[in-house]
């Protein structure tokens, strides 16, 4: 019960935080002297019907406050309006939102699948070649830039011609077979997950030699030795699930870094998700899309954040029994 | 200088603070050591390669080092400009040449360059870009922006994120409550979005510095809250010392305490914070450019120049346009080494981790 209490609680603090950001941005989109229905008047296939439903929804005759609240109404009730080309923006989120989710997820399955057990390693190899290569390896990757790193991935397909290079699916993916469009999809996923893999594992992998270095040292690990323990079962039962808690918390945090650093990726390899999204829009001066992805990934993240500490919950035991 | 000399001692940390040394050198003296200004554009030889220097003869013998010209040329058959170099002139590369007219350090004005060859020649070390531009020299300049708007925005971001989380640490319950939710929906928001956002709203039409000062303070305000938040943390366990509850029963303002007493038990987690928060500014600002949001043409920053090399034809063909993303590699490499050097010196308990 206390568990439900606690995800309620959170869940509820969540809300505040939501309308900060909100007025944040609104206000912000706003400062800029556009026209937020510029482009949807020139845009000859818009019809004066919808032009005017704009107008009253967004109250863009009314003083600035009222605007935002009519806005936040219709936010919240779903309706995000139309982009500049006149598609509704709900639509156009809705198709690229899952593509972004699935490029996030896979990275973050990736480097959790290879840095928690390479962080474990070179802290158990402390001062060793391996943990110094390890170290420097882990500098270079983080030095590399995103979009330079994802510059030479491209220059690496377009001389090989291993991958394809662009979009997420091939031209005739309507008519490939369900095993087929999935392996299509794996290809096109595979030099931009790449790419947000190499840069956000070195992070992750220091952090766990770090916690790990951090729990090896403790009192109670002392004591499993001193117990005549083997040092396997010193490791993983009883250090590993203390070191990685802490690395929960940062799973929120990674999820911020990736949604951020997808931007660029998603940019150079004309990946269709909401950072390629939100960058058009932006070029385009579209404001109702703008508006409604910078929220998007707001939530997304608040989302994250979210998952991480109930996860947190789960695995550590005096969260629980404190409910702090 | 005992940090100085430990940073010596170290082999990462001594190659990390040769390499930044040098960089800056090179860009404070970038009108001296470029042989072209920022501006110099050769419509005629867009996408020259990069000019090769002979130091032996055609005989054979050593020689004082030399180039040649290259002439555009198309092939039909290949359906492409290719450039050969024009062997009929000789062009020496001589120390101290004479180019074109600046003022070194901005003060004392000359036209002499660090090299240089004879009128008519061109040398171009690593190639040229779109608008026949020299790249070398442009990597050079934009390094001044690339490498400096780091700093400056720390300049920003400092003072207004130590007196935001001094106060907010300080005066706890209400006040506080209020001033972190306010940091922590500036965090939610996803910063890349946020600064391309920011970016994009700028008036178009600034002048270059307009624009470089402005990107400045955007990039400041994604990253203050952060910061501050640490701040906050730390001025918590600080205000509970027995110094300040001193200073409290001597009379002296709260602005006095926080400013006089707290916030310089901070200054070690300040330094640390300074080295190891330079590179997300760097790529921050070069991931921008890159985008076209950031420093605009004819300017030159690591980003903007970058932004060519995404083409197919361009990747394939022309890798010298490449450069500049190993610099940001160099650049921001280099400081992560220092500053994690740094943090172990100055915070060798790790308490300002995390």
Redesign the interface.
């Known amino acids: 019960m206390e568990f439900a209490k606690y995800i309620f609680k959170r869940i509820l603090q969540t809300i505040p935080l939501l309308i900060i950001v909100s007025l944040i941005s609104f206000f912000i989109i706003r400062l800029s002297p556009v026209d937020p229905l510029a482009e949807l008047r020139l845009n000859p296939s818009i019809s004066q019907e919808t032009l005017n439903k704009e107008i009253k929804r967004l109250n863009l005759d009314k003083p600035i406050y009222i605007q935002y609240f009519s806005w936040a109404k219709s936010f919240v009730k779903g309706d995000l309006g139309y982009t500049s080309a006149g598609e509704k923006v709900s639509v156009k989120l809705k198709e690229r939102i899952p593509n972004t989710l699935l490029l996030t997820l896979v990275v973050i399955f990736m480097t959790w699948a290879v840095g928690v057990p390479l962080g474990i390693l070179s802290a158990i190899k402390k001062e060793t070649a391996f943990d110094r290569m390890l170290t420097i390896l882990a500098s270079i990757g983080m030095a590399i830039p995103s979009f330079f790193f994802a510059i030479l991935m491209l220059m690496f397909a377009v001389k090989t011609g291993w991958f394809p290079v662009g979009g997420l699916t091939s031209y005739d993916f309507n008519d490939l077979g369900f095993g087929a469009k999935i392996i299509d999809i794996a290809k096109h996923l595979c030099l931009p997950a790449l790419v947000l893999f190499t840069i956000s594992l070195s992070g992750l992998q220091r952090q766990m030699r770090a916690n790990m270095l951090e729990v090896l040292d403790s009192d109670y690990v002392k004591f499993a030795r001193a117990k005549g323990l083997s040092e396997w079962k010193v490791v993983f039962k009883h250090a590993l699930r203390n070191a990685v808690n802490p690395m929960i918390t940062l799973l929120g945090f990674e999820f911020a870094g990736l949604l951020s650093g997808a931007a660029l990726t998603e940019y150079v390899f004309q990946y269709p998700g909401l950072g390629r999204l939100i960058l058009e829009a932006v070029m385009k001066s579209d404001i109702n899309l703008v508006m409604a992805s910078l929220m998007m990934g707001t939530i997304m993240l608040i989302l994250g954040n979210l998952i991480a500490d109930i996860l947190l919950m789960i695995t550590d035991p005096r969260l629980r029994r404190g409910g702090e | 200088m005992e940090l100085l000399r430990k940073i010596m001692k170290d082999k990462f940390a001594k190659s990390a603070f040769i390499v930044l040394c040098f960089l800056y050198l090179v860009i404070l003296f970038a009108d001296f050591i470029a042989p072209y200004s920022n501006y110099y554009a050769n419509r005629e030889m867009a996408y020259a390669p990069p000019s090769r220097v002979y130091t032996i003869d055609e005989n054979g013998h050593f020689s004082r080092p030399y180039t040649y010209n290259y002439i555009r040329k198309f092939e039909p058959a290949l359906m492409q400009t290719v450039f050969e170099e024009d062997r009929s002139q000789k062009y020496y590369i001589k120390p101290f040449a004479r180019g074109e007219k600046y003022k070194f350090l901005g003060l004392i004005p000359t036209s002499r360059h660090l090299f240089g060859v004879n009128n008519g020649g061109e040398i171009h070390l690593l190639g040229t870009d779109i608008n026949g531009r020299d790249v070398f020299s442009r990597l050079l300049f934009g390094g001044r922006i690339s490498m400096t708007v780091g700093f400056l925005s720390l300049l920003i971001v400092f003072p207004i994120g130590l007196l935001y989380g001094g106060l907010s640490g300080y005066f706890g319950g209400i006040v506080d409550t209020l001033m972190m939710?306010?940091a922590?929906?500036?965090m939610?928001?996803?910063?890349?979005?946020?600064l391309?956002?920011?970016a994009?709203?700028l008036?178009s039409g600034m002048t270059s510095v307009q624009r470089f000062s402005l990107i400045i303070v955007i990039l400041a305000l994604i990253g203050w809250a952060g910061f501050a938040r640490v701040v906050r943390g730390m001025v918590l366990s600080i205000k509970k010392e027995e110094f300040v509850l001193a200073e409290k029963t001597l009379g002296a303002s709260n602005l006095r305490i926080i400013l006089k007493h707290i916030l310089p038990q901070t200054t070690s987690y300040v330094i640390i914070a300074m080295t190891l928060s330079v590179?997300s500014y760097i790529?921050a600002e070069?991931?921008l450019s890159?985008?076209?949001?950031g420093i605009q043409q004819p300017d030159a920053s690591w980003g903007n120049m970058?932004k060519e090399?995404?083409e197919?034809t361009n990747?394939?063909y022309r890798?010298w346009l490449?450069t500049p993303?190993v610099l940001?590699?160099?650049a921001?490499?280099s400081f992560?080494?220092l500053g994690d050097f740094i943090r172990d010196y100055l915070d060798p308990k790790?308490r300002t981790?995390?």
């Open positions: 939710r306010f922590e929906a500036t939610a928001i996803p910063s890349f979005y946020l391309i956002i920011l994009a709203i008036p590179p790529l070069s991931g890159f985008l076209g949001l970058l090399a995404q197919f990747i394939l890798p490449l993303g940001i590699f160099l921001v490499l992560n080494l790790g981790r995390g």
